[in-house]
């Protein structure tokens, strides 16, 4: 009886051996299986981020999240997101890639030659003369030269911001909400900056005197029923501005200098006589500032303070006499 007794323990201890190492052999199958689904889950993730209107501040909250922390396997897979998504929120193309030399490439038969000059002048810049701009002011009436978007030279936002002497320090904390509406829009963000820093200085405080609200001075019925301390939000007033910028832009087929001229009240056709009739009424400021288009695209889209007055961009300044 002992004999059997022994083989009967060998076998219970070969079986016992034999579970544990199966049990070991599937774990790393188990381990694998919910690493991978953990990976397909940010996989998910990264299919499902949206294009457009990307939020930097959300943006931030995904990269430092505590589950994408967890563990190193997961940790490296936030900066694929953050890759993917940066692209989304980047500004659109400057100048399409067709300008070359720093200075704007477009030919117009009705105003000549554009002027341009490789560097900002107080009467020309990279996207033309002052007197090109403002075709026809002199004469019959504004007709400006056809302009698309991305035929434009701008400097991009952020790097205009990391110059030390860069005039968009005000709009600094606002740069992601520009950049946010500038994706969703397809409107290079310093334009939107430069109409913030050409209306209020980027003071989302600034009320005009027609009652235009804001960092984009927005007229009161855009402002959909809200009080004025509302409408004067930082996110609703540049996502409003840039909507209706945009909406201008399509509705003028793409002509760049007409959408921004009118942005500031000009109006094709517009004469010398009809941007300064109320120079001498008790809305001095209601004229249109003559010198508006060289001061936005030759100045603040060129990172320059269009209002510095020991380099004043300009040749009318008709505003002056407002005091």
Same mark, same amino acid.
């Given at each position: ?7 009967? @323990?060998?076998?219970?201890?070969? *079986? ?12 790393? @199958? ?18 499902? &981020? ?24 997961? *940790? ?91 005039? +968009? ?55 959909? !029923? ?14 409003? !501005?840039?909507? +209706? +910028? &945009? ?13 921004? !001229? ?14 300064? *009739? ?20 030759? !100045? ?24």
């Amino acid at each position: 009886m002992k004999f059997p007794a022994a083989i009967l @323990v060998l076998f219970t201890s070969l *079986a016992v051996v034999s579970a544990s190492n199966l049990h070991a052999g599937l774990s790393p @199958v188990a381990r694998h299986s919910r690493l991978t689904q953990r990976a397909s889950s940010l996989e998910v993730a990264v299919k499902r &981020a949206p294009k457009l209107c990307i939020n930097r501040t959300n943006k931030k909250v995904v990269v430092s999240s505590t589950k994408a922390q967890s563990s190193s396997s997961a *940790a490296p897979k936030p900066t694929v997101l953050a890759a993917i998504v940066k692209p989304a929120s980047s500004p659109a193309p400057n100048n399409g890639g067709s300008n070359s030399g720093g200075t704007i490439q477009v030919q117009s038969g009705n105003c000549g030659n554009s002027g341009a000059t490789r560097t900002t002048t107080k009467t020309s810049g990279p996207n033309g003369s002052i007197d090109w701009l403002n075709c026809g002011i002199n004469a019959g009436g504004w007709n400006p030269p056809f302009i698309r978007i991305e035929n434009v030279i701008t400097q991009s936002l952020s790097s205009a911001l990391s110059s030390g002497s860069s005039p +968009f320090k005000a709009c600094a904390p606002y740069v992601w909400i520009f950049e946010k509406y500038g994706g969703q829009f397809n409107i290079p963000p310093i334009i939107l900056a430069s109409f913030a820093m050409q209306e209020s200085s980027c003071n989302p405080a600034t009320v005009g005197g027609g009652g235009e609200q804001g960092l984009m001075q927005i007229t009161r019925e855009k402002c959909g !029923g809200l009080s004025d301390q509302a409408c004067r939000d930082p996110e609703f007033n540049i996502r409003t !501005g840039a909507k +209706f +910028f &945009a909406d201008t832009l399509n509705g003028n087929g793409g002509n760049l200098l007409l959408s921004i !001229g009118q942005y500031n009240g000009w109006f094709r056709g517009m004469t010398m006589d009809k941007a300064t *009739a109320a120079a001498f009424s008790a809305c001095c400021r209601c004229q249109n500032n003559l010198d508006y288009l060289h001061q936005f695209l030759n !100045g603040w889209c060129q990172n320059i303070n269009a209002y510095n007055n020991n380099f004043r961009l300009g040749k009318f300044f008709n505003l002056d006499r407002c005091g």
